[in-house]
């Protein structure tokens, strides 16, 4: 069964960090591109980042380039969000996905950006 | 990167059929047959109805379709259920290599 664990959201200060972390299992992990999608409250879905089965390609939405880094380690079946100078705008839930298409996706983890 | 435009809202009553538009430009949903339709109800995770266009991933009811021309692609519910109440949205891939939704739709069963 395909599994998808968001964990590391949570509580953050304007222009603070965060790690977000995405464990995945009952697939072939290195074989599939992967995304990030989040949820403002209330609101609708936004693509926020993607990486290939490799790593070596990674495509951003504008509004998080050079604040925002997707990574993966496929020897831990793991993929990540790097989310630096946060903002009130980033708070979401933050979802992962397999992809493409975007077929399963993790329960997703709350970011909350406020002082 | 603009969202791609889906009306609002959209409601039918049970057993009729609705059709959801998602209108973007010649850089996404004219360009790419990678249109993919999810369904949402709320305080859950989107869940994938239609990829590539037309294709219904496996457990996903025959009422679900896709379609596209020119620039717009649409989704149709036929026979609609209580159950389909919920939001809809359209995403496609785009000439930048990136990911675009719409705004979503709020689908309504009388």
């Known amino acids: 069964e395909v599994q998808l664990v968001e964990s590391g959201g949570g509580l953050v200060q304007p222009g603070g960090s965060l790690r977000l972390s995405c464990a995945a299992s009952g697939f072939t992990f290195s074989s599939y591109w992967m995304s990030w999608v989040r949820q403002a409250p209330g609101k609708g879905l936004e693509w926020v980042a993607n990486?290939?089965?490799?790593?070596?390609?990674?495509y951003y939405v504008d509004s998080v380039k050079g604040r925002f880094t997707i990574s993966r380690d496929n020897a831990k079946n793991s993929l990540y969000l790097q989310m630096n100078s946060l903002r009130a705008e980033d708070t979401a839930v933050y979802y992962c996905?397999?992809?493409?298409?975007?077929?399963?996706w993790g329960q997703g983890t709350l970011v909350t950006v406020s002082s | 990167q603009s969202a791609l435009t889906q009306p609002a809202s959209v409601s039918g009553s049970p057993g009729q059929s609705i059709t959801i538009s998602c209108t973007g430009t010649?850089?996404?949903?004219?360009?790419?047959?990678?249109v993919s339709w999810y369904q949402q109800h709320p305080g859950k995770a989107p869940k994938l109805m239609i990829y590539d266009v037309s294709n219904r991933p496996s457990g996903v009811s025959n009422r679900f379709s896709g379609s596209k021309f020119g620039n717009t692609a649409s989704l149709t519910i036929s026979g609609l259920q209580a159950e389909d109440e919920a939001d809809y949205y359209c995403s496609s891939y785009t000439s930048s290599s990136t990911v675009v939704f719409g705004g979503g739709t709020k689908l309504t069963v009388l």
């Open positions: 010649s850089s996404d949903v004219g360009g790419y047959n990678y």
């Open positions: 990486i290939k089965q490799d790593g070596s390609e990674k």
């Open positions: 996905a397999r992809d493409a298409p975007m077929d399963y």
